[in-house]
T-cell receptor, first 114, second 110 residues
């Protein structure tokens, strides 16, 4: 199994509070991704990173920011959480960015915004 | 609107039966991946198909990429309870910015 650790695994927070989710990898992969998974929508890309301090937006980036100060860590921040951000968040990594590249996923963070 | 439409959404079958899951789009993809996900875990890649018309087999699972690279299917022969899970297709249009289907929940009863 790829060495990907997401923390926390579960989080309950209130609307309007800031929340940070952490993804830590031990594979030294260059590319890291944050997805959210919602019933009926599959997984949707929030942000991704192609190197330290290099990030780009995905299809559902509004309300989210990311940071990557080290190769192994990719942080996802909800500046002011809303109920629509209740979801399961998955971090993924890949060594490259080609269309045949395999994504390795973490075990997810269940976030509930009340 | 889902760019990749998966069908059926739910499938409950008896052990030993065959089944097919479909993944359809009006868009062309450079590759199509299939993942399997168990409760409480992240998706795990099963296969990647790249060439139009390509067929790949993984034990009892057969994956096919449409000739026009707009659709794909997953066929399972003689399903077993261990096949139970969420099956996701994902299309690549640029690099690894994958577009995922909503998934098919498969339950195989013994």
């Amino acid at each position: 199994d790829a060495g990907i650790t997401q923390s926390p695994r579960h989080k309950v927070t209130e609307t309007g509070t800031p929340v940070t989710l952490r993804c830590h990898q031990t594979e030294n992969h260059r590319y890291m991704y944050w997805y959210r998974q919602d019933p009926g929508h599959g997984l949707r890309l929030i942000h991704y990173s192609y190197g330290v301090k290099d990030t780009d937006k995905g299809e559902v980036s509004d309300g989210y920011s990311v940071s990557r100060s080290k190769t192994e860590d990719f942080l996802l921040t909800l500046e002011s959480a809303t109920s629509s951000q209740t979801s399961v968040y998955f971090c993924a990594i890949s060594p490259g960015f080609g269309t045949n590249e395999k994504l390795f996923f973490g075990s997810g963070t269940q976030l509930s915004v009340l | 609107t889902q760019l990749l439409e998966q069908s059926p959404q739910f499938l409950s079958i008896q052990e030993g039966e065959n089944l097919t899951v479909y993944c359809n789009s009006s868009s062309v993809f450079s590759s199509l991946q299939w993942y399997r996900q168990e409760p409480g875990e992240g998706p795990v890649l099963l296969v990647t198909v790249v060439t139009g018309g390509e067929v790949k087999k993984l034990k009892r699972l057969t994956f096919q990429f449409g000739d026009a690279r707009k659709d794909s299917s997953l066929h399972i022969t003689a399903a077993q309870p261990g096949d139970t899970g969420l099956y996701l297709c994902a299309g690549a249009r640029y690099g690894n910015k994958l577009v995922f289907g909503a998934g098919t929940i498969l339950r195989v009863k013994s």
